[in-house]
């Protein structure tokens, strides 16, 4: 269950209630695609450095190790040895962007497998069992991911399909959450909104799965390559027809600053993998913007990546150490810069559910961008 505890304008101050603990929002998930932060990162780091949602996804479990394997062992949580809350991506945007030779139909969709070519089918009602298999937390509806950009017409029969297979979706989730067999007869299904960059498509979708009272709703197909301007743009016009007392997602966003106008729209639920890919490429989020630590001039600076952070990494090492690790091609030094934007994201979070509390979003958001423009003397 969704409590809205606090509004500040458009800003939500959440809390979602869940069969594997609470979630204070809005959140940022820490992705684990495979079941693993890339970068060496443990289920225990991901606690030390306050991450509340690991988010794992439904394709790739599918293809490797096999969804069936990770039921027999128990499910998700056991295999990864992580008792908090985890959202699995339903694979639909996988199933569009990495399968070849996919061939959608009205049952579902036909590809072959990015790894070893194998035929696969997926459609609303083998996302969801895949999903159930892996007994996650909060389970994501199968859509369609339309390219972008995408003519108006096929955009719309794209999301009359989407609303079809959510209804399958739901149905198929009701029937297995009260199998006896169900690990977690619990688990909790968002729907997903679509339809581009079209106002009154978005909208007209944001009406028809609202009526559908599910556990929560995602905002899909956005960060695709329209601009940010569009993506906002989006959100003012489809957020006020998504129910008030249910969890909102932006799904695969983004940036600090993405974050931060999102949050001013409503939004309770974010991930994205840029902590991590840039991470491992020598990139560190700071308050004051992103450091390269690959640049020559961290050579001899024996600062942390930012001072006053608690991160494992700014607590015990430094610029220099780090820089080291990276050109040493030493795995340590990745592991140390992920752990810390993954911390600097969840501290981010938690300064803005406290500036929601205090009546105080606007302000925050403000100084937060500023700071993040400058560059460290």
Known sequence: MYTLLKKDGNARRGRLETPHGTIETPVFMNVGTAAAIKGAVS???????????????????????GDEIIRKLGGLHKFMNWDRPILTDSGGFQVFSLARLRKIKEEGVFFHSHIDGRKIFMGPEESIQIQSNLASTIAMAFDECPPYPAEREYMKDSVDRTTRWLE??????????????????????????????????????????????????????????????????ILDTTIPYLPEHKPIYLMGVGTPANILEAVERGID???????????????????????????????SDDAP????????????????????????KEMLGLRLIVLHNLSFYNTMMKEIRGAIENNDYVMYKKQKLEKMKQEEK
């Open 168 to 233: 399958r979706c739901a149905a198929e989730m009701e029937r297995l959450n009260k199998a006896e067999t169900t690990i977690n007869r619990e688990q909790m299904l968002f729907g997903i909104n679509q339809g581009g960059v079209y106002e009154d498509i978005r909208i007209e979708h944001a009406k028809r799965i609202s009526a559908m009272d599910l556990d929560g709703y995602a905002l899909g197909g956005l960060a695709v390559g329209e601009s940010h301007e569009n993506m906002y743009r």
């Open 269 to 299: 639920f974010f991930d994205c993998v840029y902590p991590t890919r840039n991470g491992r490429h020598g990139h560190a989020y700071t308050n004051y913007g992103k450091l390269n630590l690959l640049n020559k001039r961290f050579e």
């Open 43 to 65: 289920s225990m780091d991901l606690k030390e450095i306050g991450t509340q949602v690991e988010l794992s996804n439904t394709y790739h479990l599918h293809v490797r190790p």
């Open 305 to 328: 990546i930012e001072p006053g952070c608690g991160c494992p990494a700014c607590r015990d090492y430094s610029r220099a150490y780090i820089r080291h690790l990276l050109k040493a």
